[in-house]
């Protein structure tokens, strides 16, 4: 069993990205039919598709539900990394986008999301998405060392403002 899974490849690579992408600008009509299909079968709150509610609330016009994705369908621009085609089930997908060698662990599975949410996506934003490793840690497990990567999507507008930072864990063995 290796005394650790993190080669020094893999600590300098903390803070590389891993992908880059940007939205098409987003139309009210993409924020209805999020709405619509989320809310469904019920009716989507007029806040996502009413533009005199809208208007009148504390977000002073149309916004789409936290949980909306501008990247749903395609993006406008994406890095060349997204674009390779390193196939998602290799657990060793990390550490390929970056270009270095992976542990080589043969198992993976998903350790969790947290999310953070900054400002609301409007009509008309364009928004850019960049996805980097933040962390390694491992821990002893039952099946052996564990490697914990921890890898950090952040989302912002054109001009520079937080809309969503997510959180994903990703546990090997």
Same mark, same amino acid.
């Given at each position: 069993?290796?005394?650790?899974?993190?080669? %020094?490849?893999?600590?300098? %690579?903390?803070? @590389?990205?891993?992908?880059?992408?940007?939205?098409?600008?987003?139309?009210?009509?993409?924020?209805?039919?999020?709405?619509? #299909?989320? +809310?469904?079968? $019920? !009716?989507?709150?007029?806040?996502?598709?009413?533009?005199? +509610?809208?208007? @009148?609330?504390?977000?002073? $016009?149309?916004?789409?539900?936290?949980?909306?994705?501008?990247?749903?369908?395609?993006? #406008? =621009?994406?890095?060349?990394? =997204?674009?390779?085609? #390193?196939?998602?089930?290799? !657990?060793?997908?990390?550490?390929?986008?970056?270009?270095? !060698?992976?542990?080589?662990?043969?198992?993976?599975?998903?350790? @969790?999301?947290?999310?953070?949410? $900054?400002?609301?996506?409007?009509?008309?934003?364009?928004?850019? @998405?960049?996805?980097?490793?933040?962390?390694?840690?491992?821990?002893?497990?039952?099946?052996?060392?564990?490697?914990?990567?921890?890898? =950090?999507?952040?989302?912002?507008? %054109?001009?520079?403002?937080?809309?969503?930072?997510?959180?994903?864990?990703?546990?090997?063995?």
């Amino acid at each position: 069993m290796p005394e650790t899974n993190i080669s %020094a490849a893999m600590r300098e %690579a903390i803070g @590389g990205e891993l992908g880059r992408r940007v939205s098409f600008p987003v139309a009210e009509s993409d924020i209805r039919r999020w709405a619509i #299909a989320v +809310y469904w079968p $019920g !009716p989507p709150p007029p806040l996502f598709w009413d533009q005199v +509610y809208a208007a @009148g609330s504390r977000h002073k $016009g149309i916004v789409a539900p936290e949980d909306f994705n501008p990247f749903a369908w395609m993006s #406008a =621009e994406s890095s060349a990394r =997204e674009d390779e085609s #390193a196939d998602a089930n290799d !657990p060793d997908r990390t550490e390929l986008l970056l270009g270095i !060698p992976g542990p080589g662990l043969k198992f993976q599975l998903n350790g @969790g999301v947290s999310v953070e949410y $900054g400002e609301r996506i409007r009509p008309g934003d364009v928004i850019t @998405g960049v996805n980097r490793l933040e962390s390694y840690t491992e821990r002893e497990g039952r099946l052996g060392l564990m490697l914990m990567t921890v890898t =950090e999507d952040t989302w912002t507008r %054109a001009d520079g403002t937080l809309v969503k930072r997510s959180r994903n864990t990703l546990i090997r063995y």
